[in-house]
């Protein structure tokens, strides 16, 4: 990839998460439930290798990503769940699903990743403003991340500058029970992400003190027997970009 890349918008964003994964919308009626909420355990700094295998991620517990599209989805569907640490330098992901097949093909970053299996994050770091930051990655290892100006649903994505050095997010995959490739059976696959908070600058409550909340959310999505199947920490009825409705992660 190239060291530097020019601020540009795009459309890339506009796409994902459109009607193919949107969830049932709620009854007439009933009540919304309450937004989730995760504590993020502090840690000392880390080498991330895509399985999960620093001692600290024994410190806290596997969260769950819920299927969308309600039913009994959640009894059937694969495993799909996450993991948070943060240090002082930066917040680290991990990310974690059963799957039977690699559904990816781009072997480029800043691609629509969307389309084909991905994990995705969404960090929106202050409230008072409708700006976020939204990560995606592949299970061949490829990377989307991208800065969210999201004004009354209209919304496009902005690729960092100067996305090198301690701006430079560091990242792995780990596949299980098969090869890394595209259309390869496997049995299951594992992103872990280490994000400076320094990519972040200039948003605003960045780094995080102890007791900062950020809102946020994880999804997952997976694209096995041509259909697009998708999973959320915090239920959203539309698009993954409804950041009203995210959870929230507040630091120890």
């Known amino acids: 990839m190239k060291k530097r ?48 295998s620093a001692p600290a991620w024994a410190r806290t517990e596997w969260v769950a990503l819920t299927p969308r599209g309600g039913g009994g989805a959640a009894a059937t569907a694969p495993r799909s769940r996450v993991k948070l640490l943060h240090s002082p330098a930066g917040l680290y992901v991990l990310m974690d699903a059963d799957d039977g097949r690699i559904t990816a093909t781009m072997k480029e970053d800043f691609l629509h990743l969307w389309t084909e299996d991905v994990f995705e994050f969404f960090l929106w770091t202050d409230e008072r403003w409708p700006v976020y930051f939204e990560y995606e990655i592949s299970p061949l290892g490829f990377e989307l991340p991208i800065l969210i100006p999201n004004f009354g649903g209209q919304f496009l994505g902005w690729r960092p500058w100067d996305y090198d050095g301690p701006r430079k997010i560091r990242k792995a995959v780990s596949v299980r029970g098969g090869a890394a490739e595209p259309g390869a059976a496997i049995t299951g696959w594992t992103a872990e992400v280490f994000l400076p908070y320094d990519l972040l600058r200039p948003l605003q409550n960045v780094p995080p003190k102890p007791g900062t909340a950020w809102r946020a959310n994880f999804y997952r999505v997976d694209y096995d027997g041509g259909r697009g199947a998708s999973w959320a920490w915090a239920p959203v009825t539309g698009t993954f970009h409804d950041y009203e409705k995210f959870g929230t992660l507040v630091f120890q």
Do not use: E, N, Y
């Not at 009933?30 to 840690?43: E, I």
């Open 5 to 52: 890349v020019s601020i540009c918008a795009s459309a890339l964003v506009a796409l994902a998460a459109g009607p193919l994964l949107s969830g049932r919308q709620a009854a007439p009626g009933a009540q919304a439930p309450a937004p989730p909420s995760m504590q993020v355990v502090h840690t000392d700094d880390f080498t991330v290798d895509g399985k999960g």
